[in-house]
């Protein structure tokens, strides 16, 4: 019930197009769902977050859908770049108690120019 | 968002010996520290968890006497790989989460490598 699944494993798009990678959860008490960006050799860096009081939330050409009823969350990466081909991790927390992260199991996207 | 640094970035040691490795958060009160460890292209894997002033908690399965987790202020927490194993040559990652915040902000990682 602490899994977050996480698909596709790895993910290949055209430059401009765009790239969609789907979590899934079972626990209903996640309430803060982040997603967060690494690169080779580097530590995670926050894209952008969701709670579940909201369905949709946008940051620049980073889109976080969010499907409460199915508990399911997506990120979407509007005309995706080179420069964004890295590995993606969604998570889910409860922001209560210790606060620790289920981490899904990543997404390799590779954009090509 | 924090900026919090890891040191050093890289280590390679023998078997047997001890590293020490640094999470410093450099903008921001740290109630929270995290430490991780991640495999090549795997996932995150959470080993502890700790507080400022307390003994960290740590997962099921993380030996607490291997490694040692010290958390003395708000700004800096200590992961100590005791009797390093070729087996513990890991990127090791810690992250930062203030108090009344939901955000784990994470260092640059370090990469140990143990001969």
């Not at chain 1, 409460?68 to 209560?96: N, R, V």
């Not at chain 2, 903008?27 to 430490?35: K, N, P, S």
Request: glycine content about 8%; aromatic content about 12%; proline content about 4%.
């Amino acid at each position: 019930q602490q899994q977050v699944k996480q698909s596709p494993q790895s993910l290949i798009v055209q430059k401009g197009g765009i790239s969609i990678i789907n979590c899934a959860y079972e626990n209903t008490a996640f309430d803060y769902f982040p997603w967060y960006q690494q690169f080779p050799g580097k530590g995670p860096a926050l894209l952008i977050a969701i709670r579940p009081d909201v369905s949709e939330k946008k940051e620049g050409r980073f889109t976080i859908s969010f499907n409460k009823s199915a508990k399911q969350f997506s990120l979407h990466i509007m005309d995706s770049q080179p420069g964004d081909s890295a590995t993606y991790f969604c998570a889910a927390s409860m922001t209560s108690g210790t606060y620790k992260y289920i981490f899904g199991t990543g997404t390799r996207l590779k954009v090509l120019a | 968002g924090a900026v919090v640094s890891q040191h050093p970035s890289w280590v390679i040691c023998k078997s047997g010996t001890s590293v020490k490795i640094e999470c410093r958060s450099l903008d921001f009160q740290a109630t929270t520290m995290f430490w991780y460890r991640q495999f090549p292209k795997q996932s995150l894997m959470l080993m502890a968890t700790s507080n400022e002033g307390s003994k960290a908690t740590y997962e099921q399965g993380v030996e607490k006497d291997k490694f040692l987790i010290n958390h003395a202020s708000l700004t800096l927490s200590t992961l100590t790989v005791t009797s390093a194993h070729p087996e513990d040559s890991s990127f090791y990652i810690c992250s930062e989460q203030g108090a009344g915040t939901d955000t784990q902000y994470f260092g640059p990682g370090t990469r140990l490598t143990v001969l």
